[in-house]
Protein backbone atom coordinates (compact mmCIF):
# COMPACT_ATOMS: atom_id res chain seq x y z
CA UNK A 1 0.00 0.00 0.00
CA UNK A 2 1.47 3.33 -0.53
CA UNK A 3 1.74 5.82 1.89
CA UNK A 4 0.35 9.55 2.06
CA UNK A 5 2.33 12.38 2.33
CA UNK A 6 1.20 15.72 3.03
CA UNK A 7 3.72 18.35 1.67
CA UNK A 8 3.67 22.21 1.23
CA UNK A 9 3.83 25.04 -1.30
CA UNK A 10 2.73 27.85 -2.95
CA UNK A 11 -1.47 27.81 -2.98
CA UNK A 12 -2.67 27.65 -6.64
CA UNK A 13 -4.43 30.84 -5.89
CA UNK A 14 -4.75 32.19 -9.75
CA UNK A 15 -7.08 29.28 -9.90
CA UNK A 16 -9.60 30.48 -7.18
CA UNK A 17 -9.12 34.10 -7.22
CA UNK A 18 -12.19 35.41 -9.33
CA UNK A 19 -14.30 33.24 -7.14
CA UNK A 20 -12.94 34.49 -3.95
CA UNK A 21 -12.78 38.45 -5.30
CA UNK A 22 -16.62 37.96 -6.23
CA UNK A 23 -17.64 35.80 -2.41
CA UNK A 24 -16.00 39.52 -1.24
CA UNK A 25 -17.71 41.69 -3.54
CA UNK A 26 -21.42 39.80 -2.57
CA UNK A 27 -19.92 40.26 1.32
CA UNK A 28 -20.77 36.32 1.22
CA UNK A 29 -16.74 36.14 3.27
CA UNK A 30 -14.84 38.78 5.27
CA UNK A 31 -11.31 39.18 4.05
CA UNK A 32 -10.38 40.83 7.12
CA UNK A 33 -10.08 37.75 8.64
CA UNK A 34 -7.02 36.56 6.75
CA UNK A 35 -5.40 40.61 6.20
CA UNK A 36 -3.92 41.55 9.39
CA UNK A 37 -1.78 44.95 7.86
CA UNK A 38 -3.69 47.25 5.86
CA UNK A 39 -1.65 50.02 3.68
CA UNK A 40 -1.73 52.44 1.45
CA UNK A 41 -0.59 51.16 -2.18
CA UNK A 42 2.31 53.34 -2.44
CA UNK A 43 3.86 51.27 0.72
CA UNK A 44 3.79 47.83 -1.32
CA UNK A 45 7.21 47.15 -1.07
CA UNK A 46 6.90 47.84 3.17
CA UNK A 47 3.71 44.92 2.87
CA UNK A 48 5.74 42.57 1.22
CA UNK A 49 8.33 43.09 3.71
CA UNK A 50 6.13 43.07 7.06
CA UNK A 51 5.35 39.49 5.07
CA UNK A 52 8.58 38.55 4.83
CA UNK A 53 9.60 39.30 8.23
CA UNK A 54 6.74 37.64 9.86
CA UNK A 55 5.59 40.28 10.82
CA UNK A 56 2.36 40.31 8.81
CA UNK A 57 0.42 37.39 7.51
CA UNK A 58 -1.25 39.23 4.56
CA UNK A 59 -1.28 42.69 3.51
CA UNK A 60 -4.23 44.18 2.22
CA UNK A 61 -2.89 47.06 -0.26
CA UNK A 62 -6.02 50.14 -0.51
CA UNK A 63 -5.52 53.15 -3.53
Same mark, same amino acid.
Given at each position: ?? @?? !? +???? =?? #? !??? /?? #??? $?? %? $????? $? *? #??? !? /? *? %??? =?? *? @? +? ?6 ? *???? +? $?KTLLKP
Amino acid at each position: MA @QR !V +ASGG =PA #P !VRR /FL #PEL $IQ %L $IWDRK $I *D #PGK !V /F *D %LTL =PL *D @Q +AAEGYKAM *DERR +A $IKTLLKP
